[in-house]
C-alpha cells in the first residue's frame, strides 16, 4: 500500500510502548475502499440469496419432472457461483481493513524509537524501507564473537548440549565499556549461533544486559568478559615472553645478578593474551617480554619493571612477570 503521511505520533529518540502510534498514513482513500468492498459484499449477498432460492425451487420442479435437467443445473450453477462471489468479496473486505489498519504504523514491541526517515506530507509505499527503527534495549543484547579453538575446547570440556547449556547460563559476563569503564550491571549468556564464520575462523554469541537507564544503545562498542574456568595457583606470562622453536618453547629469564639464560617450559592454556607455563618457571622468578631480540643467553641486561595491561592481570592482582 501506498499513502501520504499526515501525522508523526512519537517524539524521536524516545522509548515506546509496544502498540504506540508512531505515523498515521492518510486513512481517506482506504476507507473509501473498505466502503466499496463493503457494497459489493452486500451485493453479491443479495445474489446469492436470488440463486439459493432458485436453486431450491428448480429442484422441487425437477423432482415434478417440470423442468428439464438441464434447467436445474443452470439453478445450481448459479447458486454455486453466487457462493464464489460472495467468499471472494468477503476476502476483498478483509483486504480493504487490514490496508486500513496499516495506515496506523505501530510500534511492534517496547524500545527505543529512532530518527524517523520520513516527514509528514511525504509519500510512502512498500519501496520506502521503515519509516524509523524501534530497538529493544531493556535487556540489551550484546554481540560478541570467539574463536574457533576456544569454542572446540570449550565444547570438548562441556560435550554433552544439555550440560553444557546449564552451565552457560550459571556465567556471569562484565562489559568494559569504550571509556574502559566498567558497566555496572552483570551479563547472562543468551545464545550461541548456528554456524562458524569460515571467514573471520569465529562464532558469535549473544549475551543480555540490563539496561535501566538506557544507557546502553544499539551499535555501541564494548568488550565483554567472563571467568570461564577458574585455576588456583596458576603460573601465567604474556605469550609474547613465551619463544617457539621447532615445536619446543621456551623464555628468557633474568637471574638475581641480571643474566640471561634461555629456559624451556611446557605449556598449558592460552588465555587472553596470557600463557599458562605448567613447568619450568618458578613463581616469581623473571622473564623478558619485550626486548629479547637483543637478549643472549649469559648476557647482562638492565631491568626495567613490565606493568601489563588489565587484561593480563595475574588472578591475585599483581603482574604475571617484570620485563628487563
Known amino acids: 500500500m501506498s499513502g501520504h503521511i499526515v501525522s508523526q505520533n512519537y517524539q524521536e529518540g524516545t522509548v515506546v510502548k509496544k502498540g504506540d502510534l508512531l505515523f498515521q498514513i492518510d486513512p481517506r482513500p482506504f476507507e473509501e475502499a473498505l466502503a466499496q468492498a463493503k457494497a459489493t459484499?452486500?451485493?453479491?449477498?443479495?445474489?446469492?440469496?436470488?440463486?439459493e432460492q432458485d436453486e431450491k425451487r428448480a429442484m422441487d420442479l425437477f423432482n415434478k419432472q417440470v423442468i428439464s435437467a438441464a434447467e436445474r443445473d443452470a439453478a445450481l450453477q448459479a447458486a454455486a457461483a453466487g457462493k464464489a462471489d460472495v467468499d471472494a468479496d468477503e476476502a476483498a473486505v478483509k483486504q480493504a481493513e487490514l490496508n486500513l489498519e496499516y495506515t496506523r504504523v505501530t510500534a511492534p514491541i517496547d524500545g527505543l524509537a529512532g530518527f524517523a526517515t520520513a516527514q509528514v506530507g511525504d509519500l510512502v509505499s512498500p519501496t520506502s524501507g521503515p519509516l524509523t527503527t524501534v530497538s529493544?534495549?531493556?535487556?540489551?543484547?550484546?554481540?560478541?564473537?570467539?574463536?574457533?579453538?576456544?569454542?572446540?575446547d570449550f565444547v570438548s570440556k562441556h560435550p554433552e548440549p544439555a550440560e553444557r547449556?546449564?552451565?552457560?547460563?550459571?556465567?556471569?559476563?562484565?562489559?568494559?565499556?569504550?571509556?574502559?569503564?566498567?558497566?555496572?550491571?552483570?551479563?547472562?549468556f543468551y545464545a550461541i549461533d548456528r554456524s562458524l564464520d569460515n571467514k573471520t575462523g569465529s562464532i558469535r554469541y549473544e549475551v543480555t544486559f540490563p539496561n535501566p537507564g538506557n544507557t546502553l544503545r544499539p551499535g555501541q562498542f564494548g568488550r565483554v568478559r567472563f571467568v570461564l574456568e577458574?585455576?588456583?595457583g596458576a603460573l601465567v606470562v604474556p605469550q609474547e615472553a613465551v619463544n617457539e622453536l621447532q615445536g619446543n618453547f621456551q623464555v628468557l629469564v633474568v637471574g638475581d645478578d641480571n643474566k640471561?639464560?634461555?629456559?624451556?617450559?611446557?605449556?598449558?592454556?592460552?588465555?587472553?593474551a596470557m600463557w599458562e607455563i605448567i613447568d619450568g618457571l618458578k613463581?616469581?622468578?623473571?622473564?623478558?617480554?619485550?626486548?629479547?631480540?637483543?637478549?643472549?643467553?649469559?648476557?647482562?641486561?638492565?631491568?626495567?619493571?613490565?606493568?601489563?595491561?588489565a587484561s593480563q592481570v595475574a588472578s591475585d592482582g599483581s603482574p604475571a612477570q617484570k620485563n628487563p
Open 165 to 188: 547449556d546449564a552451565f552457560l547460563k550459571t556465567l556471569e559476563f562484565e562489559l568494559v565499556l569504550s571509556n574502559g569503564k566498567t558497566y555496572p550491571h552483570k551479563g547472562k
Open 230 to 232: 577458574t585455576k588456583k
Open 41 to 51: 459484499l452486500a451485493k453479491a449477498q443479495a445474489t446469492r440469496l436470488k440463486a
Open 260 to 272: 640471561v639464560s634461555i629456559r624451556p617450559v611446557k605449556t598449558g592454556e592460552r588465555i587472553g
Open 136 to 152: 529493544q534495549i531493556d535487556p540489551i543484547k550484546a554481540l560478541v564473537t570467539a574463536g574457533e579453538s576456544a569454542f572446540t
Open 283 to 309: 613463581p616469581g622468578e623473571r622473564v623478558i617480554v619485550q626486548g629479547a631480540q637483543k637478549a643472549r643467553e649469559g648476557s647482562t641486561v638492565k631491568v626495567k619493571d613490565w606493568t601489563p595491561p
